[in-house]
């Protein structure tokens, strides 16, 4: 355990690093929430219907998917992906540790550390003054702290998933393209999920991908109460653990038909 705990923690730390990036990177997210806010404010006063989400809870929960970007596992570890490619992968392979759960350690880091740097500026700059709320009740809180602990297992497996599917696809980029449109979209970074046409409302609730966005900041908005939040945890956990596991399976057929060319 301490081996893999010191990996999340280098590769954390150095991630952290990236700050002039972060720093950029907000301004393009504040540039784009306000793009957003606008368009379902239009939306809400032109429509006539009642909606499953009042427009502050929507307006909230856009400015949550700003902050929380890097919580979509939307692209692949760019670091892996060149060592699957140039053949440095065997001294992965021939560390006395278990390989995915290194690699899990790694993808914990990648989508936490990114996350930290760019949501608390964005926190101190939505809740003042762009409309963003704060949790109605503490129980709101707690439940949105715990759920966004199970979005990051969830979200860590399935970037697991992406990179070890690197020893079939090699460059990544396919698997990464893939997981930009469909995970963004079935997590609800496009578009808040109540918002989504009844009749998809059922197959977004089986889904595991809500769990990495719709269900924490709903539970932040109060749009879920926090008495739900157990169940929805748990379902949060048992997709993780249905990724792992098949990343595991996936893993073991990967190394054995591995071949790399060179001395």
Request: aromatic letters at 12%; charged letters at 10%; a positive charge.
């Amino acid at each position: 355990m301490k081996a893999y705990l010191a990996i999340l923690s280098a590769r954390f730390r150095m991630l952290l690093q990236y700050r002039a990036a972060a720093l950029a990177g907000l301004g393009t997210q504040l540039f784009w929430g306000l793009i957003r806010v606008m368009v379902f404010e239009a939306f809400y006063r032109s429509a006539d219907a009642p909606q499953p989400m009042s427009l502050q809870d929507t307006v909230t929960y856009l400015w949550l998917t700003q902050a929380m970007l890097h919580l979509i596992p939307f692209r692949v570890d760019a670091e892996l992906a060149a060592m699957v490619r140039d053949g440095t992968v065997v001294y992965e392979l021939a560390r006395p540790m278990d390989l995915y759960w290194a690699w899990y350690a790694r993808a914990i880091a990648m989508r936490t550390a990114p996350t930290i740097l760019r949501a608390l500026p964005m926190f101190a700059i939505a809740l003042p003054f762009l409309g963003m709320r704060l949790p109605p009740t503490g129980w709101s809180f707690a439940a949105f702290v715990v759920s966004i602990g199970g979005a990051v297992l969830l979200t860590s497996a399935v970037t697991s998933l992406a990179n070890i599917s690197l020893f079939w696809t090699l460059s990544g980029q396919g698997v990464s393209n893939l997981l930009q449109v469909v995970v963004m979209f079935l997590a609800g970074m496009y578009v808040p999920l109540p918002l989504l046409p009844d009749w998809a409302q059922g197959v977004l609730t089986v889904l595991p991908f809500r769990g990495i966005m719709d269900v924490p900041f709903r539970l932040w908005s109060g749009d879920i109460p926090p008495a739900e939040a157990p169940l929805l945890v748990v379902q949060q956990l048992a997709w993780s653990a249905a990724f792992i596991l098949l990343g595991r399976w996936m893993l073991g057929r990967g190394t054995r038909r591995l071949v790399l060319q060179g001395g």
